[in-house]
């Protein structure tokens, strides 16, 4: 199935405002990789002077930390609270995706030197009327349906090579439910926008 170019209203709504530059996301990726290691090794990450931060972290935005190991998915588990700033989503994000994400066994301390991380940092989600306004190629997807939910972040469509309607199947798979269930009635997505950078040495 080939979904349709999204209409001006939703295009608009999914306009990006992070504005996070390089120098912002090093901010990030530091927090992350000290969060990172203090949950590994067991400790509690140390929480920097909010007033010590760039203006751009301080703004409210959900963030994913994504963990690989020689080049292989490690771990990604995300903080999904949009009404957080940047800085305090990706600590908390970075705490849990070494130790919790249930695909993969706990990140062990000898690993760290190989681990390598991406940080994603999303915008708020928009409702979309109808799956043709979905466009995998510029932005995440949200599927929520009888308790079920699950998310991709827009690299994941890109890392593959999916269309829009291959992703659709993916996330609604991904929550337990369905290739199909996107174009069922009752079925509410949401797509966003992100924004990312990676430690050198990640690869995607």
Do not use: Y
């Not at 991380?117 to 109808?130: F, G, K």
């Not at 799956?131 to 995440?140: L, M, T």
């Not at 929520?144 to 309607?165: H, I, M, N, T, Y």
Request: proline residues 9%.
């Amino acid at each position: 199935m080939v979904l349709h170019r999204r209409g001006a209203a939703v295009e608009a709504a999914l306009e990006d405002p992070t504005a996070l530059r390089v120098d912002d996301f090093q901010v990030l990726l530091r927090l992350a990789r000290d969060a990172v290691e203090a949950s590994v090794r067991g400790h509690r990450p140390l929480r920097p002077d909010p007033d010590q931060l760039p203006a751009a972290v301080l703004r409210p935005a959900a963030a994913f930390v994504t963990l690989h190991e020689r080049g292989e998915l490690r771990g990604c588990m995300g903080h999904l609270d949009w009404e957080r700033a940047a800085w305090e989503n990706v600590i908390a994000a970075g705490t849990v995706v070494p130790r919790e994400d249930p695909r993969f066994m706990p990140v062990a301390p000898a690993e760290l030197s190989e681990i390598r991380l991406e940080v994603s940092v999303l915008a708020p989600p928009v409702e979309l009327p109808s799956p043709s306004e979905f466009d995998a190629g510029s932005a995440g997807i949200i599927v929520e349906r009888g308790g079920r939910r699950a998310l991709l972040l827009p690299q994941v469509a890109e890392e593959f090579g999916w269309d829009s309607a291959t992703t659709l199947e993916a996330v609604c798979e991904k929550a337990g439910l369905p290739g199909g269930a996107w174009h069922w009635p009752g079925t509410r997505l949401h797509a966003f926008r992100a924004v990312r950078a990676s430690e050198p040495g990640f690869e995607g």
